[in-house]
């Protein structure tokens, strides 16, 4: 069973902080997602990497994927109350070559206090 | 915005009745997948699809079951609603080499 740990589970930060939010499991990934998720809505899309020690950015978001693949971080930049929300780290895993078995992690969600 | 609706996006029904969710998309996507949220569980795999006729078992698959008998179309069926399966359900397409896209989400209430 591929499980996927998200840390913290919980973070309240003031507006203009930075902050670091990780993925970890102990199962390889083909490749991994994060999604934001907002009250009442699905989760949204953010970023997928899929090379070992691969970095993208987004605008004040940087997304790193490890070097083994097993893990992952989310670092905000100067952050925003806009920011606020649930953080969902996801693994594809290709357990056949077929199809791609999508799974969550728990989330972290942020608060961002104006 | 990825072309993909639920139906319905709320419901009650009584313990013993039989359920079906129904997803839709446009985006002639290969994969569908259902998950379901609950507080404290994050979004659970129940059931996921590699294709028309193709579908396997997530994480929590027992009282559901799936069918995909045309590329748009993913229903949910819970064969005998019980108060556990209250929950939020969504719906996620994906295509090869992308990430997910997700549905607004159903919320079912088993009373």
């Known amino acids: 069973t591929q499980l996927l740990e998200q840390s913290p589970q919980f973070l309240s930060i003031q507006e203009g902080e930075n902050l670091t939010v990780y993925c970890n499991s102990s199962?390889?990934?083909?490749?991994l997602q994060w999604y934001r998720q907002e009250p009442g809505e699905g989760p949204v899309l953010l970023v997928t990497?899929?090379?070992?020690?691969e970095v993208k950015k987004l605008k004040r978001l940087t997304f790193q994927f490890g070097d083994a693949r097993k893990d992952s971080s989310l670092h905000i930049t100067a952050a925003q109350p806009g920011d606020t929300g649930l953080y969902l780290c996801?693994?594809?895993?290709?357990?056949?070559?077929?199809?791609?078995?999508?799974?969550f992690g728990p989330g972290t969600s942020l608060s961002v206090i104006p | 915005d990825a072309g993909i609706t639920q139906s319905p996006r709320h419901k009650v029904t009584e313990t013993g009745t039989p359920v079906t969710l129904r997803c839709h998309q446009t985006?002639?996507?290969?994969?569908m997948y259902w998950y379901r949220q609950d507080p404290g569980h994050g979004l659970r795999l129940i059931h996921y699809?590699?294709?028309?006729?193709?579908?396997d078992k997530g994480e929590v698959s027992d009282g559901y079951s799936v069918s995909r008998s045309k590329t748009e179309d993913f229903l949910l069926t819970l064969e005998s609603a019980t108060s556990s399966q209250t929950s939020v359900y969504f719906c996620?397409?994906?295509?090869?080499?992308?990430?997910?896209?997700f549905g607004q989400g159903t919320r079912l209430t088993v009373v």
């Open positions: 996801a693994g594809g895993a290709s357990e056949k070559t077929s199809y791609d078995k999508v799974i």
């Open positions: 199962s390889v990934f083909s490749s």
């Open positions: 990497v899929v090379t070992g020690g």
């Open positions: 985006e002639n996507h290969r994969y």
């Open positions: 699809s590699y294709g028309v006729k193709d579908t």
């Open positions: 996620a397409i994906k295509g090869i080499g992308t990430g997910a896209f």
